[in-house]
């Protein structure tokens, strides 16, 4: 009788543990990280970081880059994650490749 209860207990803590972890990790996703700049420039990055936040506008420009056949970020960019920062002809240089 000790034995049944002994296992009775077990498969009750176990279930427990089970529902507890799969509910949770549904509810811990992580929200789309903000981009970082508030003006843009190019209405591709304004469009994609409106819908999806930094790894939309990142996903959009990698696109664009395929697209033109575009190799390096560091073409444009002088610094890349968090910020994304322009080189001073970065802006010229993606409007030169059909950039909008």
Aim: aromatic share 8%.
């Amino acid at each position: 009788m000790f034995k049944i209860g002994l296992f009775a207990s077990l498969l009750s803590i176990a279930s427990v543990l089970t529902l507890a972890t799969y509910s949770a990790s549904a509810n811990d996703a992580p929200a789309a990280a903000p981009c970082v700049h508030t003006s843009f420039k190019t209405e591709l990055v304004k469009d994609a970081c409106t819908k999806g936040g930094q790894k939309a506008a990142k996903d959009a420009m990698k696109i664009f880059m395929k697209e033109k056949k575009i190799k390096s970020c560091n073409q444009c960019h002088s610094k890349l994650a968090p910020k994304y920062d322009l080189k001073p002809d970065g802006l010229e240089q993606y409007q030169k490749a059909g950039g909008r």
